[in-house]
């Protein structure tokens, strides 16, 4: 069974910044692409960044210039290190991955329960 785990969000004034967290744990045999996703109330679920194993990354670009992801390796955690935040990024921010455990051999993709980020004087 494998498990994300976010943390990190809160309450922010406009401009201010967050770091999100999403550690993996379970029976892991390897992480490909991770990702972070936002929605918001009456909004779709839309991909704000990504990364793979190679550390390639992609963003939206709402994103782009103020927020970068990174992940850890070692501790199978993803991060988000948002800056310069403004009330249109407040959402419920997901974390996505694909893993392969030493159950299933096959690459199978799973999501976190999310966390709140609202951006708000």
């Known amino acids: 069974q494998v498990q994300l785990v976010e943390s990190g969000g809160g309450l922010v004034q406009p401009g201010g910044s967050l770091r999100l967290s999403c550690a993996a744990s379970?029976?892991?045999?390897?992480?490909?692409?991770m990702a972070w996703y936002r929605q918001s109330p009456g909004k779709q679920r839309e991909l704000v960044a990504n990364?793979?194993?190679?550390?390639?990354?992609n963003y939206a670009d709402s994103a782009k210039g103020r927020f970068a992801i990174s992940r850890d390796n070692a501790k199978n955690t993803l991060y988000l290190k948002m800056n310069s935040l403004k009330p249109e990024d407040t959402a419920v921010y997901y974390c996505?991955?694909?893993?392969?455990?030493?159950?299933?051999?096959?690459?199978?993709?799973?999501w976190g329960q999310g966390t709140q980020v609202t951006v708000s004087s």
């Open positions: 996505n991955a694909d893993i392969r455990t030493t159950a299933i051999s096959v690459w199978t993709n799973y």
């Open positions: 379970g029976s892991i045999c390897s992480i490909n692409a």
């Open positions: 990364i793979f194993s190679s550390s390639n990354t």
